[in-house]
């Protein structure tokens, strides 16, 4: 697991996906306001954080790869603010682009003494338009693909994926012997015929299989599993859990790892922190089991932290040679 763990550094990932800046406003309340019956909040702090993909992006930087974000964002001031995060954040913003049709997705979380009151979404979630899927797929087939190790995507619903993208980067990396991992979401999920991982969690995988997926009944759910892989062209589904751990299958050979007992803080950004680590092994090329036991360790480790934190790939390294 250390030599693997070490492999990882200078993986170059092609991160596909819908970036956004998770925006924070901090203070205290103490008075209400005389406008309206609504808390005043004073102001005390404000903070700006990678979302979505760049949080991926950044769990990659932290293992010691290198990756090259691909996304499009809006020509607008919070398009400015995300590119200037991506540089402090040393990651590559060579796959961005900017669309005058689009917004950057900003979410911005209200703070008081600790406690969140209310979360501001600025976003459009439409397809992106058949113009800017065209430019975006040509920046990535044309300079990003042929350098990278590994395509990962990251999908979140927001309209920067798109069926015509998925298609085209899917042909042209399988064509470079290039292998195509996914972090599913409902819109676009039986759109990822043929990738090389799959990894959807249980609510995922019901809402875009539409089937039932119990674990608790590991005849009906592996059924279920082998019918997704059937029907979609799958090389390798890994579904995660939650505190039921992890299941990674070739279609062939189940192999389930039971999640690991710790104190949960918070469990915002675990699924960033596996897809990541599963991607890295996946272009190493270790066996599933060993591929599912890290990336399930690496999401239960982030778990303790408070907040979308990166994975720390000492403490994963102390970990792993436990196992």
């Given at each position: 697991m250390k030599d693997t763990i070490n492999k990882f550094e200078g993986l170059?990932?092609?991160?596909?996906?819908?970036?956004?800046?998770?925006?924070?406003?901090?203070?205290?309340?103490?008075?209400?306001s005389p406008e309206a019956p609504v808390p005043v909040l004073a102001v005390q702090n404000k903070d700006y954080r990678l979302g979505g993909a760049a949080n991926v992006a950044l769990n990659l930087v932290a293992l010691g790869a290198k990756p090259i974000l691909c996304s499009v964002i809006g020509d607008d001031v919070e398009g400015n603010d995300l590119l200037a995060l991506l540089e402090n954040a040393h990651i590559h913003s060579g796959g961005i682009i900017r669309s005058k049709e689009r917004q950057t997705t900003t979410k911005t979380r209200v703070m008081a003494q600790g406690h969140q009151m209310i979360?501001?979404?600025n976003e459009q979630t439409h397809p992106i338009s058949e113009y800017d899927t065209y430019v975006l797929s040509q920046r990535i087939i044309n300079d990003l693909l042929p350098a990278?190790?590994?395509v990962l995507f990251e999908d979140y619903d927001k309209g920067v994926v798109t069926p015509m993208l998925i298609d085209q980067i899917v042909q042209q990396a399988h064509k470079a012997n290039i292998k195509v991992v996914v972090d599913p979401k409902k819109r676009n999920f039986i759109d990822y015929k043929g990738v090389d991982l799959f990894k959807p969690n249980l609510k995922e995988l019901k809402e875009g299989f539409k089937r039932d997926a119990d674990p608790s009944n590991p005849a009906e759910f592996e059924?279920?599993?082998q019918d997704l892989m059937k029907v979609m062209e799958l090389k390798n589904v890994m579904v995660t859990m939650s505190e039921r751990g992890v299941m990674i299958t070739d279609g062939i050979t189940f192999e389930y790892v039971p999640a690991h007992l710790r104190k949960i803080a918070d469990v915002s950004g675990a699924g960033d922190t596996v897809i990541s680590v599963a991607s890295l092994c996946l272009a190493l090329g270790i066996p599933n089991?060993?591929?599912?036991?890290?990336?399930?360790?690496?999401?239960?480790?982030v778990c303790e932290e408070v907040g979308v934190i990166p994975i720390n790939k000492n403490r994963l390294t102390e970990e792993a040679m436990k196992l």
């Amino acid at each position: 697991m250390k030599d693997t763990i070490n492999k990882f550094e200078g993986l170059r990932v092609l991160v596909i996906g819908d970036v956004m800046i998770d925006a924070y406003l901090i203070g205290h309340v103490d008075r209400i306001s005389p406008e309206a019956p609504v808390p005043v909040l004073a102001v005390q702090n404000k903070d700006y954080r990678l979302g979505g993909a760049a949080n991926v992006a950044l769990n990659l930087v932290a293992l010691g790869a290198k990756p090259i974000l691909c996304s499009v964002i809006g020509d607008d001031v919070e398009g400015n603010d995300l590119l200037a995060l991506l540089e402090n954040a040393h990651i590559h913003s060579g796959g961005i682009i900017r669309s005058k049709e689009r917004q950057t997705t900003t979410k911005t979380r209200v703070m008081a003494q600790g406690h969140q009151m209310i979360r501001i979404d600025n976003e459009q979630t439409h397809p992106i338009s058949e113009y800017d899927t065209y430019v975006l797929s040509q920046r990535i087939i044309n300079d990003l693909l042929p350098a990278a190790d590994v395509v990962l995507f990251e999908d979140y619903d927001k309209g920067v994926v798109t069926p015509m993208l998925i298609d085209q980067i899917v042909q042209q990396a399988h064509k470079a012997n290039i292998k195509v991992v996914v972090d599913p979401k409902k819109r676009n999920f039986i759109d990822y015929k043929g990738v090389d991982l799959f990894k959807p969690n249980l609510k995922e995988l019901k809402e875009g299989f539409k089937r039932d997926a119990d674990p608790s009944n590991p005849a009906e759910f592996e059924a279920t599993i082998q019918d997704l892989m059937k029907v979609m062209e799958l090389k390798n589904v890994m579904v995660t859990m939650s505190e039921r751990g992890v299941m990674i299958t070739d279609g062939i050979t189940f192999e389930y790892v039971p999640a690991h007992l710790r104190k949960i803080a918070d469990v915002s950004g675990a699924g960033d922190t596996v897809i990541s680590v599963a991607s890295l092994c996946l272009a190493l090329g270790i066996p599933n089991k060993d591929i599912a036991a890290l990336s399930n360790l690496a999401g239960g480790l982030v778990c303790e932290e408070v907040g979308v934190i990166p994975i720390n790939k000492n403490r994963l390294t102390e970990e792993a040679m436990k196992l």
